[in-house]
């Protein structure tokens, strides 16, 4: 397995925000959209929700990469929700 510190850093994500989160800390690293449908299923808490979008970005993005840059590199998912009332 490739170090760590060498390993390819890849945000599975558009968000502006979340880009700038990673560059505040110094980091270098690639954008890969991960282009999954983000609706809402029934009765789906926004915990489960936003984990469940987060570990999707991350598999599709794997699903793209090649096997040698996968073994290189560290994907990032994530996501958020606005609650109202609990």
């Not at 510190?5 to 994500?13: E, F, I, M, Q």
């Not at 570990?55 to 840059?69: F, P, Q, S, Y």
């Amino acid at each position: 397995m490739a170090d760590a510190a060498a390993a390819r850093l890849v945000l599975a994500s558009s968000s502006p925000r979340r880009s700038d989160l990673l560059r505040s800390l110094g980091l270098d690293f690639d954008i890969a959209v991960a282009d999954i449908d983000e609706s809402l299923h029934d009765d789906e808490h926004p915990t489960a929700y936003v984990e469940r979008l987060a570990r999707e970005k991350v598999a599709r993005v794997v699903e793209r990469l090649a096997d040698g840059a996968l073994h290189q590199s560290v994907v990032i998912g994530a996501d958020t929700c606005v609650v109202r009332d609990d």
